[in-house]
């Protein structure tokens, strides 16, 4: 088992950075996600971690010691790809050997290791199939088993559920906390799935244009984003375009583009008159129905459509000048019609002002 | 009613079919007739001037079998075959891989310059071995210049040059078959190879060879059964001193007037090839199929 630490790491193909200037600090045992977009830079990231991509600059270091130039083979990571790339021409046994035989152990001990990995991932009597006879799930499980097989000091995990449907997924993800805790070994897993992120995940670093916007547990990110892009990726998000007017502590006043003065929490880069976005969860507005007229930090707007899921009610409530926002309210309370009148309000603490506001709506 | 329109179709269709038979039968005639009158041919005994006799017998194969200068050639035949075989496929397999596994948008118009080059004929591709291998060839300048050797070597007019003309020849249809046979084996087997310990050596014997297998032998045959008769280069670049199977078949045509005989040594080159193939397509069915489907 093994930390790993990314010092200034960047991939530039042609003119193109992949990755920039990533800094990373991975502790022994955790499990660690990479989320972001396509293109972010994530893949690539974990590919040099895993010694497949060689980075143009930066250090790489597994347990302290500096592996940037090492080859892959001698890095002792254990790997799961997105296509589980398992050896057809060999049976499940083999595949699971393979890792065993390159490190010439004895056949006795290759096939002891072989039934702990059998038992381990739950896919005991596959030994003698071939991988095309398993199901997409069952191939995942054994390219799972292969990459533990020779105890390696890291693990890698490139998108590997993104082939499997929904309960199989949910399952896996399931099963694969259940054998890393286990095993207590150190992972690292790459997703653009962002509930499969905030499902697995000990921490996460969100990627954006080959750059780390914000690395934080799932909690952090969610309820304290840093930037817009993160408050946009992990859960749901509305945006509110206006301008702040004042700021007191930790609460500023912002004038939004229909004229309404609303408070918000104030962070570090908000002064009064910049431009901002505040973003808002779906499930922290208040609703009031039929409104006299707006009070104070109040908006006011229409229901246009309700999507009722049993346990929440989603609402897209159209105000003035904005695209609708969504509202999600808890299902057990009183169900509004579409078309009804309704004020929206929220804690200040819960809008958060980013900066270089121009859009409004759902995110 | 729904009868009537199923044979009506099931007609339909074997009336479609009828127009596979005139090619079935045309090639089945242009591939048996000839084989055939050699092969009755090479059982007439030859009665000079390009007379044969009435009778059959076997005389030509006793005399054949028997007699060293032919066994010789068949042996020659066969060994030059199988070295320019292990060669082209030595060179074929790095070429293909890395064309294969290659990422430029060169890499069609490299493929389409082979194809190119395929279609080249023999002819005028020997003569340009025969310009670049000469004693005041390119090659034979460069190693002097570099020093290696002190003197012209010897490529032409012998075995040595006969097999890189079998090789030159044989080259483009097997790169292009193994770069179609590369090209669906996944990069990602690699990686996985790589990232689980193997070298680079035992990623080649581990996964790349058994997924390319049927691809390899399939190429190795082919190669071997085009040297085997491959008369041009034998002839031209062996300077008349390589007697290969059809140097001799061509001799005894036309030097000797020898028919049957000649028709004896090429059911003979015929008899060997085929068996080749098929003592080869047994060996592959006793391994397991590498890409196998249940």
Known sequence: MASVTLEGVSKVYGRHPAVNEVNLAIEDGEFLVLLGPSGCGKTTTLRMIAGLVEPTQGVIRIGGADVTALPARKRNIGMVFQDYALFPHMTIGENIAFGLRERHLDEVAIKRRVSELLALTRLPGFERRYPDQLSGGQQQRVALARALAYSPTLLLMDEPLGALDLKLREAMQVELRRVQRALGITTIFVTHDQEEAMSLADRIVVMSEGRVEQTGTPEDLYRRPASAFVANFVGKVNFLAGTVRSVTGAVCTVALADGTVVEASARADCSAGAAVRLALRPEHFRVVPEPSGAAKGQICGTIEQRRFLGNVVHYYVRTKGDLPLLVEQAGAGPVLEVGERVALSWLSEHALAFAGGERGGTG | ?294
């Open chain 2, 1 to 294: 009613m729904a009868r009537d329109i199923v044979k009506r179709e099931l007609t339909g269709a074997a009336r479609w079919r009828l127009f596979l038979w005139p090619p079935l039968l045309l090639s089945a005639a242009l591939l048996i007739l000839p084989q055939a009158s050699f092969v009755w041919m090479s059982l007439h005994k030859n009665l000079g001037m390009g007379l044969v006799s009435p009778g059959l017998v076997p005389d030509n194969y006793l005399r054949v079998l028997s007699d060293p200068f032919y066994l010789g050639s068949l042996w020659l035949t066969f060994r030059l075959s199988l070295t320019a075989t292990a060669i082209g496929l030595a060179a074929a397999f790095p070429t293909a891989y890395l064309l294969a596994r290659a990422r430029s948008r060169w890499i069609s118009f490299l493929i389409v310059l082979l194809l190119i080059s395929s279609f080249v004929t023999i002819v005028v591709k020997v003569l340009g071995l025969s310009l670049v291998l000469g004693q005041e060839g390119v090659v034979n300048q460069f190693l002097e210049w570099i020093g290696i050797v002190a003197e012209p070597l010897r490529m032409l007019n012998d075995e040595t040059g006969v097999v890189i003309g079998l090789v030159q020849y044989t080259l483009p249809f097997l790169v292009m078959l193994l770069f179609s046979v590369i090209q669906t084996i996944p990069a990602s087997l690699e990686e996985a190879a790589e990232l689980h310990g193997a070298t680079r050596l035992s990623t080649f014997r581990r996964i790349l060879l058994p997924l390319a297998l049927p691809g390899v032998i399939a190429g190795a045959l082919m190669t071997f059964n085009l040297n085997m008769g491959a008369f041009t280069s034998a002839v031209l670049l062996g300077g008349g001193k390589v007697l290969t199977l059809p140097v001799v078949i061509q001799r005894k045509i036309f030097l000797d007037v020898d028919y049957p005989l000649a028709a004896c040594l090429a059911t003979l080159l015929v008899v060997m090839v085929f068996l080749f193939n098929v003592a080869a397509a047994l060996a592959l069915r006793r391994t397991r199929h590498p890409l196998r489907t249940p």
